[in-house]
């Protein structure tokens, strides 16, 4: 099971922190990601933590967005900054087939 927080509504420019929290080990072989869905749009993928434990970014998050675990590998983390308003979106956790159940992120002045 995995449970979404932290998300909610931040002006342009500043940062936010989402977790999803896991009842079981975040382990890089299950390539643990966010995604993000806006209104009309397709979901598409954010961060993703490759099998090598590498981090990945499509090219409009890197530098802005950093995906981690915590020490107990447990949460899965995206630290945000530099938030615009196309950063609007519900963003979901996926680790290996399971999904969390989406978090609201709104940028707005």
């Known amino acids: 099971q995995l449970v979404e927080s932290g998300g909610g509504l931040v002006q342009p420019g500043g940062s936010l922190r989402i977790s999803c929290e896991s009842s079981?080990?975040?382990?890089?072989?299950?390539?643990p990601a966010w995604y993000r869905q806006s209104p009309g749009k397709e979901r598409e993928l954010v961060a993703q933590i490759a099998k090598n434990g590498q981090e990945k970014y499509p090219g409009a998050m890197r530098n802005r967005f950093t995906i981690r675990r915590d020490s107990r590998n447990l949460s899965l983390q995206l630290q945000m900054t530099d938030l615009q308003d196309e950063d609007t979106a519900v963003y979901y956790c996926r680790i290996s087939d399971s999904w969390g159940q989406g978090i609201q992120v709104t940028v707005s002045s």
């Open positions: 079981r080990p975040i382990l890089a072989v299950y390539e």
